[in-house]
Nanobody, 124 residues
């Protein structure tokens, strides 16, 4: 089992920045990839970014490319999502997730473990 706890959400004005953190515990040695998803009210959960636990390769959704950056600190078993130039349309609950059973990473069904989510609200 892997446990994930997100933190760092909040209210920010458009153009501002936030950094989300996701602390992993438990059987972290089984993690292949960590990802961030988000879900806005009335919308489906969508992929934001992912990072390979070893190697560090990163992948970003087109909607956040150039504004968001995913990173990891393996010593702390923590993944970060640095969000810059935030827009009102970035408002959503952001979820951290872990893949332990495949190398796929862009779909919700690829992920085996999920955090509880953290709210990000961007005001105009």
């Amino acid at each position: 089992q892997v446990q994930l706890v997100e933190s760092g959400g909040g209210l920010v004005q458009a153009g501002g920045s936030l950094r989300l953190s996701c602390a992993a515990s438990g059987r972290t040695f089984t993690i292949y990839t960590m990802g961030w998803f988000r879900q806005a009210p009335g919308k489906e959960r969508e992929f934001v970014a992912a990072i390979r636990w070893s190697g560090g390769n990163t992948y970003d959704a087109d909607s956040v490319k150039g504004r968001f950056a995913i990173s990891r600190d393996n010593a702390k078993n923590t993944v970060y999502l640095q969000m810059n130039s935030l827009k009102p349309e970035d408002t959503a609950v952001y979820y951290c997730a872990a893949v332990t059973s495949s190398y796929r990473y862009t779909s919700q069904v690829d992920y085996d473990y999920w955090g509880q989510g953290t709210q990000v609200t961007v005001s105009s």
